[in-house]
T-cell receptor
């Protein structure tokens, strides 16, 4: 049972435009959400997170939006740059789940010049 | 220089052999985690440890074993009972308390033939 889903395996965006990556979850106990970026053969790096008490968190070019009623979150990258090309994972966690992270399958983002 | 070390980067073993993957951290983080990543899939939790001398099974613990004798170290043994051991293995750490962010090491690519 996939509790966290990223339904788009890949996304291609032109440099300078907005990239929007989506993530859906099913477990209403999740109270914290994170986005990670991963290059091939490297460990994921933490990008940005959001608590369930908020609906938006912004850090530079990255903004995460949370819609609790729809159990949906999205990551916006503006403007997109070639270095943003990577696989992006969303993850969800809860205190009740011992703060373990549950990951989506990932979305491969390609930024085209 | 603070960080998480996983060695070696690439590891090759024959089927039927046990192999131990190293994970060392000097971040003074209490919690440590092991994940595996397979192509096209997200990260799946193998084992985790929240304090020294204590660890719990994750979602896919069968065929793996761990120990946590020191705060800095959390080695993972892939036993011959693991049916599909070839994968990319990632170690992560998390500070204690009400934190959710996990920080990942560079990973070890294990190939079993």
């Amino acid at each position: 049972d996939q509790q966290v889903k990223q339904n788009s395996p890949s996304l291609s965006v032109q440099e300078g435009r907005i990239s929007i990556l989506n993530c859906d979850y099913t477990n209403s106990m999740f109270d914290y959400f994170l986005w990670y970026k991963k290059y091939p053969a490297e460990g994921p790096t933490f990008l940005i997170s959001i608590s369930s008490i908020k609906d938006k968190n912004e850090d530079g070019r990255f903004t995460v939006f949370l819609n609790k009623s729809a159990k949906h979150l999205s990551l916006h990258i503006v403007p997109s740059q070639p270095g943003d090309s990577a696989v992006y994972f969303c993850a969800a966690s809860s205190i009740q789940g011992a703060q373990k992270l549950v990951f989506g399958q990932g979305t491969r983002l390609t930024i085209n010049p | 220089d603070g960080g998480i070390t996983q060695s070696p980067k690439y590891l090759f073993r024959k089927e039927g052999q046990n192999v131990t993957l190293s994970c060392e951290q000097n971040l003074n983080h209490d919690a440590m985690y092991w994940y595996r990543q397979d192509p096209g899939q997200g990260l799946r939790l193998i084992y985790y440890s929240q304090i020294v001398n204590d660890f719990q099974k994750g979602d896919i613990a069968e065929g793996y074993s761990v120990s946590r004798e020191k705060k800095e170290s959390f080695p993972l043994t892939v036993t011959s009972a693991q049916k599909n051991p070839t994968a990319f293995y990632l170690c992560a750490t998390r500070r204690s308390g009400r934190t959710y962010e996990q920080y990942f090491g560079p990973g070890t690519r294990l190939t079993v033939t």
